[in-house]
């Protein structure tokens, strides 16, 4: 993936945030990641993170899905590559509603 000097932005989100307030940061991130002039090798997006211990995967990816849908023509015109680890309740649900939304 690169060096440090290609890192763009390092995210942190915690304290089991609800669907909207993920869907919301989600959309800050997307909108600085498609700013400008599509890189010609394109960009990756990694979203990561331990294993959760009270915070509803499910739910907080659901908020990553609706933000993905609303920006999904950028997404594909910089042409972002999205790479997901998460584990924590309900982190199956929320691979699969991701999978399921086909912009991944």
Known sequence: LGGIAELANYGEYSGDPSETMTFEYAKTILGMLTEGQPHPN??????????????????????????????QERLREHKVTVYVRRGGPNYQEGLRKMKESGLL
């Open 42 to 71: 394109g960009k990756v997006l990694i979203i990561g993170g331990s294993i959760a211990n009270f915070t509803n995967v499910a739910n907080t990816f659901k908020g990553i899905v609706r933000a993905f849908e609303a920006y």
